[in-house]
Structure formats: structure tokens, C-alpha cells
């Protein structure tokens, strides 16, 4: 009814047509009405985006791609793929897209993406509207001006100050200049980096651009139809309101809003010819964010409620299958690196790429079970079946061609999709190999047993060493053994016994016999192993010190601290006599001299798997007594201190002296040997 209400509008305006033709025009109107309704069938898309769909666009093999705002969705026919955050959109909020041979420009709030292949790029951009392409350069249409792109990144492009800082809502090449449609006018620029003449056609707010043949279809103020040819408005058509999206379908102009459904004008006169809306169509909503008519002239509709919908072509034309290779794995790994549409060389693989397959497709929207594939590989031909991939393992070495082929419900024939590869020959079995392989196997034969005479001796230097080494340690403990009591020590212990049972003091010299007693015996007793318990040889210090206090003039005093880590010393094994030489030393040079009383400290401390051993005195220090030594030297202790290295190692022993305030207040020795127990 509407049709017929703006048909006796239009009469009533022309005045130039009579009653008879009135009838005959409302009825032909109506039949026309009634065809064109009925040429197109209806159908909902199941499983469709939830959210409004702000652009439609179809790749080179037929996928409609949709921009929304939860991200990017790619249709087949069959089932849609969602690009998100989760896996690799920079962001969901996608504005726009552009496709540019198999490259995916997508344009959001925040970035620019591009999807080449399985890899996706990302650059930072303010909120982009359009991208168009023009002589190789990628023009982008943003909330802050207009950019365009380069491998280095998004370059604004400097203009003038009205456009350098407005929205740019559409961009248009028509007739030889760049068409601007901003919130700052409509202008017209011959060229846009580093323009010359810009020309502000009109101040008002334009949002859309379409061109149709000779001229240039611009949308006012979201509810109006310009006209344009070149830069002169010929028409201003008032249309619904809330323009979203303009396409030119056959022909016809159609026109979506986001309140007031779908207007369709005359494409060359740009009369009005029908609404659809919900109340005179299958449409649940007059919310319709989008329009677009794919390559088999099925029109594509998005509304709020009913998600995506599509009229289809009642009498498609029969037209010959396009067939694109998808993907190409080589080893089971994507080879991203070429695109096997246009590769026309002959792919190397390795020897050990014998594994290959290949994933290809041939889209039909609206009845994709209906495709059936065929692949050749080589003299080798499969059946047609509606698998779109192939996987061929552990080929041989050698060249192949592959080439699939796709039919539609028709029987319609692709044309093939070819590509060639060569497989390697593995390079054992290369004759330069071979030869290669027996000079190697001699060479390696005389270099074997160059090694073995070289190993053999130096395994009998090594046992030379090893008991040259064991023959001087047991020169060291044979000389320490000897070196263990001083004479001077035991002549000194039996004149004291003798002056005590000279003076009657039978007490105390039968103390020093049974101490010194002990003292031999324990040395006796030592000498005929390597190792003693630390206890042991505590309990053997302690009677070695005691008889230095009755038999040495001067008064001194000891300690003896354990700080053991819990383990028992009774567990601890250390070499025997091995600190005696060293406390002699601090008794003889050290506290001897001293005019107060001497204090002597033996230190015992497991740590880092080591045995730590000092005594500390508070004697002259080291320098006054290698002074009042004058010539003499301790043969005793340069032999423990080669014993020591030989357990442990170089710096593993220090004689330094005890410092305060750069006063000399004593002596230290120190050393450690390896962590041994008897458990």
C-alpha cells in the first residue's frame, strides 16, 4: 500500500498523466511489487553475530567478513569464525574492513590490524571509519583526520586545519580527486599527500559515499541523498532517517536505517520505489545496521533483533566455481612464508619435508554441502568427494605437481589450481656422500687409534703421577709422625718430673708421668691409622696443652669451642696430630714472649661440607715472633700446611694476625679440610 500512496503522490505532482494510465500504473506497480517480493526468498542465518553488524565485505574466495563491535567474524556458508582479544585482534570494537588481494585491513577503535594469511599485525591509530585503496597507498579515514600506511607504521597526512582535526567519515576516488566526507563538510583534493587544492564543496555533515556510474552519491546529515557530478549537487532526495548503510543492488539503490528499515530508489532517477520493514516483510526489526550483495547477488541484511539475514537470488545466474588454496603445511606446520595461489615457481622442500598437505576451498553461501573437490598429484587422481584437504605422507624424493579442482550443485568445473614442488634426495645417498662417508671412516679409523696411543699414555703418566703423589703424601705424614713431639718438649716434660721428685712433690710428678703417658700412647696409638674421631684427638690436645701449662714458665689459659652442626663428634674423622704443630707454635712464638697472661682458643666448625679449624692466640703476632725466631724455621708446620693443601686445595689455610684498632692483640690459624664421617 505504500507503493500505491506514493504512485498517486507522484501523480498528483506531475499532473501529466490521466486517469486510464493511473490505473495501469497501479496495477503494473503492484504486479512489480509482487514479483520483485516474491524473486527473492528469505532466509535467517542460524548461529549468526548476536550484536549489529557494522560492515559486510567478501574476500577473494568468497568469505563474508563482518565487522562489530564483540569483534570479526568470517562466514563460509557453513559456520562463522570469531576473531576477538583471545585470539589476536588488538581489540573487538572493529569499525571497518578492506580487503586488499589476501590481506584483511581492519579498522577499530584503537588500532589498525592487518591479517595476512594465519598472522595478524597491529598498529596504533585513533578510531578508523574507511580505508580505501589508491595506486598501491592505503588511505585511512580516522576521528582525527586523514592517515595513510606504510610498513613503518600510520602517517597522518597534514591538509588543512578544518580537516587535519575532524571526523572523516567516508573516503571516495571519483574522477580523478579524492571525495572527503567529514563532520567538517564534504570537500573535493586532487591529491592528498601533500595537496595543493582543497575545494569545501558543502558545510554540512556527510557520512556516507557511493558512486553510481557518472556520479557521486553523498548522505547529508544522516536523512538526506545528494547527488553529486564532479563537484556540482545536481539532486537532493529527503530519505529516511538514521542512514547506516547505501548500496547499489542491480538496479537499485538501497537504503538502511537504523529506525526506519529499508528505503529502495530508481537507480538513474532516484525516484522512490518501495519500502521493506517489519510490516510488510519477513523482518522482525526496523533496526538495520547494513546491506550488502555478494558476488551471486544474494542481499545481505543485519538487523538488532533477527541477527543477519539474507534474500536470495531467486534465478542466480550459473556461473563457473572459483577454487583458492587456504593453506599449505609442510611438515605440519604452516608454510606462511608464500601464497600458493600465486606462487608460480617450483617450491624446494628438504629431504626431510616429506610430509605435505593442503587445505583448499571454494565458497557457496547459501549451499555449501554442495561443493565437491578432486586432487592430481602427479599421475595420481582421488574421486570427487566434499573434503577440502589432503595430506600426503613420507613422499619420495623427486618432483610433483598437485592440482585440485572444485564443482558446484551444477556440476559446474573450476578452473584447476596448480602447484609444484620438489622433495630433495636425502643427502646419505648422494655419491658425493658415499665417498665422502668411506674417507671419513678412514680418517676416523687412524684418528681412533692416534687417540687410543695418545689415551694409553697418558693414562700411564697419569698412574706415574698418581703414585709419585701417593709416595710424597706418605714422605709428608712419615716427616709430621716424626716432626709430632718436639725433643725439646720431652726433655723439658722429664726434667720437670725429675725436678718435682727432687723437690718431693710425688703428686705432681706422678700427674705429669701419667699424663705424659697418655699423651705417648696416643700418639702410639694415632700414628697407626689416617684418620682418628674428632673427640680423639680433642681429648689428646687437651692433654698435650695441660702438660705445656705445668711444664711452660710463662701462665696461660685455653678453650676449645665445637660448633658442630649437630653431628656428634665421635662421628668426625680428621687426620691425626694434624693442629699439634700449630698450637706449639702459638705456645713457643707467641704467648711465650708476652708479659700478661696468655689465652689460647681452638676452634672446631662444620660448614659448606667443610671441617673448620683455628687457633687463636693472643701472643706478640706473627710479626715479632718470625722476628724472635730470627733463622729458625718450622719444618712441622710447613709439612701440615702441605698436607692441608693436598686434602683441600689451595686456599684452605691462612696464618694471618688478629688486628684492633691497628694493634697487633694476637695470632690466627686457620684451615679446613673436607666434611668426613664414619656413618
Known amino acids: 500500500m505504500q507503493f500505491i500512496s506514493n504512485f498517486i503522490k507522484v501523480y498528483y505532482n506531475s499532473k501529466k498523466v490521466n486517469a486510464l494510465f493511473l490505473l495501469l500504473g497501479l496495477f503494473y506497480g503492484w504486479n512489480l511489487v509482487s514479483q520483485n517480493n516474491t524473486n527473492k526468498e528469505f532466509i535467517t542465518i542460524k ?30 556458508g557453513t559456520e562463522f569464525l570469531h576473531y576477538n582479544t583471545k585470539n589476536n585482534l588488538a581489540t573487538n570494537h572493529v569499525h571497518t574492513i578492506s580487503i586488499k588481494k589476501d590481506s584483511l585491513f581492519i579498522g577499530t577503535n584503537t588500532h589498525l590490524s592487518i591479517k595476512v594469511r594465519s598472522n595478524f599485525y597491529h598498529y596504533e591509530s585513533k578510531k578508523i571509519n574507511k580505508i580505501i585503496f589508491h595506486k598501491g597507498v592505503s588511505y585511512i579515514a580516522t576521528d582525527e583526520g586523514i592517515a595513510y600506511f606504510s610498513k613503518s607504521g600510520i602517517h597522518p597526512i597534514e591538509i588543512n586545519t578544518q580537516l ?3 571526523k572523516i567519515n ?3 576516488f571519483y574522477r580523478g580527486a579524492f571525495y572527503i566526507a567529514s563532520n567538517r563538510g564534504f570537500w573535493r583534493i586532487e591529491q592528498l599527500i601533500n595537496p595543493i587544492k582543497t575545494t569545501k564543496i558543502n558545510a554540512q555533515t556527510y557520512s556516507k559515499l557511493l558512486q553510481n556510474g557518472t556520479e557521486l552519491i553523498a548522505v ?22 538514521n542512514i547506516a548503510s547505501v548500496a547499489i543492488i542491480e538496479d537499485e539503490i538501497w537504503i538502511a536505517s537504523t529506525n526506519e528499515a529499508i528505503e529502495i530508489l530508481e537507480v538513474v532517477s532516484y525516484l522512490f520505489k518501495r519500502k521493506i520493514n517489519k510490516y510488510n516483510s519477513k523482518l522482525s526489526s526496523n533496526s538495520v545496521s547494513t546491506i550488502f550483495n555478494d558476488e551471486q547477488k544474494n542481499i545481505w541484511i543485519s538487523t538488532k533483533n533477527e541477527g543477519l539475514i539474507v534474500y536470495k537470488n531467486a534465478k542466480p545466474k550459473t556461473h563457473k566455481p572459483s577454487l583458492f588454496l587456504e593453506g599449505l603445511k609442510v611438515s605440519y606446520k604452516a608454510l606462511d612464508t608464500i601464497n600458493p595461489n600465486d606462487y608460480k615457481k617450483v617450491l624446494p622442500l628438504k629431504a626431510n619435508q616429506s610430509t ?25 587422481t582421488s574421486s570427487w568427494s566434499r573434503t577440502n584437504s589432503v595430506l600426503f605422507r613420507d613422499l619420495k624424493p623427486g618432483n610433483y605437481t598437485f592440482s585440485v579442482q572444485s564443482r558446484t550443485l551444477g556440476k559446474q568445473l573450476s578452473a584447476p589450481r596448480e602447484i609444484r614442488f620438489s622433495i630433495a634426495v636425502p643427502y646419505y645417498k648422494k655419491t658425493w656422500f658415499l665417498l665422502s662417508l668411506c674417507a671419513f671412516t678412514i680418517l676416523l679409523f687412524i684418528a681412533l687409534m692416534i687417540r687410543y696411543l695418545r ?51 710425688k703428686d705432681e710428678m706422678n700427674k705429669s708421668i701419667n699424663k705424659f703417658a697418655t699423651l705417648l700412647r696416643a700418639i702410639l696409638n694415632n700414628s697407626r691409622t689416617d684418620e682418628v674421631a674428632l673427640n680423639e684427638e680433642i681429648k689428646t690436645l687437651k692433654n698435650y696443652i695441660e702438660l705445656e701449662q705445668m711444664m711452660n714458665s710463662k701462665s696461660f689459659g685455653y678453650e676449645i669451642i665445637k660448633q658442630l652442626s649437630g653431628i656428634d663428634p665421635e662421628e668426625i674423622l680428621i687426620p691425626p696430630m694434624l693442629l699439634q704443630p700449630f698450637i706449639e707454635n702459638s705456645i713457643k ?7 700478661k697472661e696468655g689465652f689460647l682458643v681452638l676452634k672446631f666448625e662444620v660448614k659448606d661440607q667443610f671441617l673448620h679449624c683455628s687457633i687463636d692466640d693472643n701472643g706478640v703476632g706473627l710479626q715479632q715472633a718470625n722476628a724472635n725466631k730470627k733463622s729458625h724455621k718450622s719444618v712441622a708446620i710447613a709439612v701440615n700446611r702441605a698436607r692441608i693443601e693436598n686434602l683441600s686445595g689451595k686456599n684452605s689455610f691462612t696464618i694471618r694476625e688478629l688486628k684492633e684498632k691497628e694493634n697487633t692483640i694476637g695470632t690466627r690459624v686457620w684451615f679446613k679440610i673436607p666434611l668426613k664421617t664414619d656413618y
Open 47 to 76: 548461529n549468526a553475530p548476536e550484536t549489529p553488524i557494522n560492515l559486510i565485505a567478501q574476500d577473494q574466495i568468497g568469505h563474508l567478513w563482518m565487522a562489530t563491535s564483540q569483534g570479526l567474524f568470517q562466514f563460509d
Open 164 to 166: 587535519d582535526f575532524a
Open 170 to 172: 567516508d573516503i571516495n
Open 220 to 241: 547529508e546529515n544522516t536523512n538526506k541523498i545528494d547527488v553529486f557530478k564532479e563537484s556540482k549537487r545536481t539532486q537532493t532526495k529527503q530519505s529516511i532517517s
Open 356 to 380: 605435505i598437505s593442503f587445505q583448499y576451498k571454494t565458497v557457496d553461501l547459501l549451499h555449501p554441502n554442495k561443493i565437491e573437490y578432486r586432487w592430481t598429484l602427479n599421475a595420481e
Open 455 to 505: 689415551i694409553t699414555k697418558r693414562k700411564n703418566e697419569e698412574k706415574i703421577a698418581s703414585l709419585q703423589l701417593k709416595n710424597h703424601l706418605l714422605s709428608l705424614e712419615q716427616k709430621a709422625l716424626q716432626l709430632q713431639m718436639n725433643p725439646h718438649f720431652i726433655f723439658n716434660v722429664l726434667n720437670g718430673i725429675k725436678a718435682a721428685g727432687n723437690a718431693g712433690n
Open 589 to 595: 712464638h707467641g704467648i711465650q714472649p708476652l708479659q
